[in-house]
Nanobody
């Protein structure tokens, strides 16, 4: 299985910035997509940004501008830079990965990190 380990969350004042990091633990898997979702309390988990193996990047319409995804799927890492944080960005941010490997018979599966809390104070 693929384990995703996130870091970089925390408490920040409005207007500040954060960089979230995620590393996938198992190198024998072939990663198709890595990215970030977030879940605001009481809401569903929403996509923030995705990085595909061909370096194509996709952002949710509401996330473009202040959110920047980067990384290297061949090195099992993805980052999310968030600028000009707002209180409404307060959420648990989850690292996401779609990957295939020998343990899954090379069938692609989705994997999730445990989540990292981002809290923005006004």
């Amino acid at each position: 299985q693929v384990q995703l380990v996130e870091s970089g969350g925390g408490l920040v004042q409005a207007g500040g910035s954060l960089r979230l990091s995620c590393t996938a633990s198992r190198s024998s898997f072939s990663i198709n997509i890595m990215g970030w979702y977030r879940q605001i309390q009481g809401n569903e988990r929403d996509m923030v940004a995705l990085l595909r193996h061909d370096n194509e990047v996709n952002y949710a319409d509401s996330m473009e501008g202040r959110f920047t995804i980067s990384g290297d799927t061949t090195k099992n890492t993805v980052y999310l830079q968030i600028e000009n944080l707002k209180p409404e960005d307060t959420a648990v941010y989850y690292c996401y990965c779609n990957a295939a490997g020998p343990l899954t018979g090379w069938t692609s599966r989705d994997y999730w990190g445990q989540g990292t809390q981002v809290t923005v104070s006004s």
